[in-house]
């Protein structure tokens, strides 16, 4: 399944990322509706929580590093810090 906002690792800030993975978060929260399998015309689609729970740890760990380096990466922040 192609997700519209699946691209938030390409951005380049972390606060850009950030932003884009709420909403690529809330885009597979709306088409799964919070459950565990899809099924209809023959076909059956099992949700794998893993993902969304992986997607759910990453923006926990880009929310510290706003947090920490307000929305620059630690490599930009670091060169504004001299």
């Known amino acids: ?3 519209t906002y699946e691209d938030f690792e390409q951005q380049t800030t972390d606060a850009a990322k950030l ?3 709420h909403l ?3 885009e597979v929260r709306e088409k799964y509706g919070g459950k565990q399998s899809v099924s209809g015309g023959g076909m ?3 949700v794998d929580t ?3 729970s992986g997607l759910e740890a990453r923006r926990a760990e880009l929310e510290t590093r706003v947090r920490r380096f307000n929305g620059r990466t630690p490599l930009s922040f670091a060169h504004t810090q001299r």
């Open 1 to 3: 399944m192609a997700w």
């Open 19 to 21: 932003s884009r993975l």
């Open 24 to 26: 690529h978060i809330a």
């Open 44 to 46: 059956s689609l099992s």
């Open 50 to 52: 893993s993902y969304l």
